[in-house]
């Protein structure tokens, strides 16, 4: 049956990005770091390029301004090696204040391996 290869890649990929909002979500660094390539690039909205999995360990335990939280996945779209996300998040920074905001998330698939490349992260808030 033609197109079931790309099929099941596609599966497998999103299945991998909900993987990942699961155990941000849990707070598993390890686990989260170890779905991106060890060269991956994450670009964030108000920070530089974040560049490789001791980059992203660092973001994820001293940097990140989000002390828990939950993400919901609205929407969920691939494209080849591609995976768009739309969703909320509803939580809690470090200073104690309550967040909710949508979110859109853009996940590019390393060509030899089943991991993030690129993560590109858009919120949906009032500019400061």
Do not use: K, N
């Amino acid at each position: 049956m033609p197109g079931t290869g790309s099929d099941q890649a596609s599966a497998v990929r999103q299945s991998r990005v909900r993987r990942y909002y699961e155990l941000v979500d849990g707070g598993d660094v390890p686990a989260l770091v170890g779905l991106f390539a060890a060269d991956a690039v994450y670009h964030r909205p108000g920070y530089p390029p974040i560049v490789g999995r001791e980059a992203l360990e660092r973001f994820y335990r001293e940097q990140r301004v989000i002390r828990q939280g939950r993400h919901t996945l609205r929407t969920l779209v691939g494209s080849g090696a591609e995976i768009a996300v739309h969703g909320e998040f509803h939580g809690v920074l470090h200073d104690g204040r309550e967040v909710a905001l949508r979110f859109a998330d853009f996940f590019t698939f390393a060509d030899d391996e089943p991991a993030f490349s690129r993560r590109d992260t858009f919120f949906f808030a009032p500019l400061v």
